[in-house]
């Protein structure tokens, strides 16, 4: 699997967009980005994932370059609730035996009220 | 409720006790796994199952026995605990496929003493 890069922490006002950059420039073609979320003592959160594509769901959007080395996971509003470690993983297609996923050590995300 | 559970929440345990983590999920989910995490070195795939009866391991297994004799259950074993196995244990669960995220539990925060 790919390695990504990410900052280690990140600070962004309370109610604007929270712009989390990862690098990913040895990525495969076969190699999806995958995005979660740990807040603090809980569990991590899956968040998005995409391959090309830009991607939106209810949390977030996944921006993914075109040559694919790099993507932007955005919060659009963000809240005190949204400061969390994010981990940006990159991995080929899961399959049958091929479900494992590495974490990174991620960017530290706060909120600033 | 549906859902991921895992228990017990908090454990105090001595050196060389055997001691058992228990995760069960509703989903009837084919992946299971079980991570832990230590402060310097973020999340680590202790083992993995892909389905009753199959397990392997991950990236630090020493000391760890599991079995999943059935879907929902996949418990984490310390045959003789050590200080070192001294960590917060997060089990997760995930459908097969490129489209779902794993789905984790709350975590059991392990203190041996």
């Known amino acids: 699997d790919a390695k990504t890069t990410q900052p280690p922490s990140m600070d962004c006002a309370e109610g604007r967009a929270a712009n989390l950059p990862c690098n990913h420039s040895?990525?495969?073609?076969?190699?999806?980005v995958y995005w979660y979320r740990q807040i603090h003592s809980q569990g991590p959160q899956y968040i998005i994932h995409?391959?090309?594509n830009n991607e939106t769901n209810e949390m977030a959007s996944l921006i993914i370059t075109e040559d694919r080395k790099s993507s932007t996971l955005i919060l659009p509003h963000a809240t005190l609730r949204d400061t969390a470690v994010y981990y940006c993983?990159?991995?080929?297609?899961?399959?049958?035996?091929?479900?494992?996923?590495?974490f990174g050590t991620g960017t530290r995300l706060t909120i600033i009220p | 409720d549906a859902g991921i559970t895992q228990s017990p929440r908090y454990k105090i345990t001595e050196t060389g006790r055997q001691v058992t983590l228990m995760c069960h999920q509703t989903w009837s989910h084919s992946y299971m796994f079980w991570y832990r995490q230590d402060l310097g070195h973020g999340l680590r795939l202790i083992y993995y199952s892909a389905a009753a009866d199959i397990t392997d391991k991950g990236e630090v297994p020493d000391g760890y026995v599991v079995s999943r004799s059935k879907t929902e259950n996949f418990p984490l074993t310390l045959e003789s605990a050590t200080r070192s196995q001294t960590s917060v244990y997060f089990c997760a669960s995930k459908r097969t496929g490129v489209n779902y995220g794993y789905t984790f539990g709350s975590g059991t925060r392990l203190t041996v003493v």
């Open positions: 993983i990159v991995r080929v297609a899961p399959g049958f035996g091929n479900e494992k996923l590495t």
């Open positions: 040895t990525i495969s073609g076969n190699e999806y």
């Open positions: 995409g391959l090309k």
